[in-house]
């Protein structure tokens, strides 16, 4: 597992990114991602309905609440009507908690961006397939799986050379690929990439904003998505994304979803801990007896 840990903290100084860019980072042996087991359901909260005044505390309470991954919505204006978060809040947020920090690029040309949320820490880094973001999808994933490559092969140089000592930086070591697909888009557009990726993020509302209700059509096609990676023999995570709560994520888990995102079923409930083990245990109504 980590190898090194960096014995300096972040100072709370003006320039935090800049000091953490000059400090020694965790190398980790696997990807942060490959901590949990496909056979588990994981819940990974949407910060976009979190208190972005107090990004940090929002994190770290999320983090101690129990989930596992932390869910990043990046959107530019253009894919999507609203503008939130780049690279730099995701490094932020890198030193504040070791859970997966999960990247929802909503952007046009995510090409030109792979890499600078790699070096900010992302652990997984997934882009849509629609052309409106990138017209080549193919070509954009396998960046992200380079980076991956890349960055282990950096891992076993050090280890060989034994320079795990402090400014060597290995941060983006594992990062995974995936897909994401909008409500309207069907299936057929990632066949071809489906053997590539290592996540396929099924969104359950149109991408842009938090606290939209859940697109009941979505269950089908997150069915249909477990059916193509049994018949290819692939077994990449399964997300879904928009409108869960606990009231429906049995629904999706059913269907085959095993990481589900909440952004305003965490965030805007009484307790982060209970809306997480809410989600996990989601069950399926027992149907009320007839008098
Ligand atoms: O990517 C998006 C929206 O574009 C999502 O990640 C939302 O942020 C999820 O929020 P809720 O629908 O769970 O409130
Ligand atoms: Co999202």
Not at 202 to 212: A, D, E, K, L
Not at 277 to 284: D, F, L, R, V
Request: charged content about 20%; aromatic content about 4%; proline content about 4%.
């Amino acid at each position: 597992m980590a190898l090194l840990a960096s014995t300096s903290k972040l100072a709370s100084g003006a320039r935090p990114v800049a000091a953490s860019r000059r400090t020694a980072v965790r190398v980790q042996a696997t990807s942060r991602v490959d901590r949990y087991s496909k056979n588990d359901i994981i819940v990974s909260p949407s910060i976009l309905s979190a208190d972005f005044a107090k990004l940090g505390d929002e994190v770290r309470a999320i983090d101690q609440a129990g989930c596992e991954w932390v869910h990043i919505d990046v959107m530019d204006g253009r894919f999507v009507p609203n503008i939130t978060i780049g690279p730099l809040i995701v490094e932020a947020l890198r030193p504040v908690t070791d859970k997966v920090l999960d990247c929802h690029l909503m952007i046009v040309e995510p090409e030109l961006r792979v890499a600078d949320f790699a070096k900010a820490g992302a652990d997984i880094i997934s882009v849509h397939a629609e052309q409106s973001s990138t017209i080549h999808l193919h070509r954009v994933v396998n960046q992200v799986r380079t980076r991956a490559a890349a960055a282990a092969r950096a891992l076993a140089r050090a280890q060989s050379q034994s320079q795990t000592q402090s400014g060597y930086r290995i941060k983006d070591l594992g990062v995974k690929a995936g897909v994401v697909l909008n409500p309207g888009t069907p299936l057929s557009t990632i066949e071809y990439v489906l053997d590539q990726v290592d996540l396929v993020l099924i969104m359950s509302v149109n991408p842009g904003f938090g606290g939209q209700s859940f697109i009941e059509s979505q269950v089908a096609k997150i069915r249909e998505l477990k059916k193509l990676c049994l018949e290819k023999g692939v077994n990449p995570w399964i997300e879904v994304d928009g409108g869960v709560t606990p009231a429906n994520a049995w629904k999706v888990i059913d269907a085959g979803a095993n990481a589900l995102v909440a952004g305003s079923a965490v965030f805007k409930a009484p307790s982060y801990r209970d809306a997480i083990n809410g989600i996990k245990a989601s069950k399926k109504p027992v149907a009320a007896a007839v008098a």
